[in-house]
Nanobody, 126 residues
Framework: QVQLVESGGGVVQAGGSLRLSCAAS????????MGWFRQAPGKEREFVAA????????SYADSMKGRFTISKNNAENTVYLQMNSLKPEDTANYYC???????????????????WGQGTQVTVSS
């Protein structure tokens, strides 16, 4: 079992920045990938970014590429999502996920993750 706790959400104006954190605890030795997804009202949960725990390989959704940066702190079992140039369409509940299995490529779908945090709300005003 892996527990994930997100933090850092809030309300910002368009063009602003936020830094989200996701701290993992429990059986963290099982973690191979940690990633971020988001879900806005009435929409499907959407992949944002992910990073492999050992090698630091990253993947980004096209709409986030160039604006968002995912990083990690191995000692703290924590991943971060630096969000810059935020747009109103970025408004969503952001979820942290962890994959406890190996992989051939960075997973970008919900079904490829095994654990989830409670989510943190990000609201971008126009």
């Amino acid at each position: 079992q892996v527990q994930l706790v997100e933090s850092g959400g809030g309300v910002v104006q368009a063009g602003g920045s936020l830094r989200l954190s996701c701290a993992a605890s429990g059986r963290t030795f099982e973690t191979y990938v940690m990633g971020w997804f988001r879900q806005a009202p009435g929409k499907e949960r959407e992949f944002v970014a992910a990073i492999s725990w050992k090698g630091g390989r990253t993947s980004y959704a096209d709409s986030m590429k160039g604006r968002f940066t995912i990083s990690k702190n191995n000692a703290e079992n924590t991943v971060y999502l630096q969000m810059n140039s935020l747009k109103p369409e970025d408004t969503a509940n952001y979820y942290c996920g962890a994959r406890s299995k190996g992989f051939l490529r960075i997973p970008t779908t919900q079904g490829e993750y095994d654990y989830w945090g409670q989510g943190t709300q990000v609201t971008v005003s126009s």
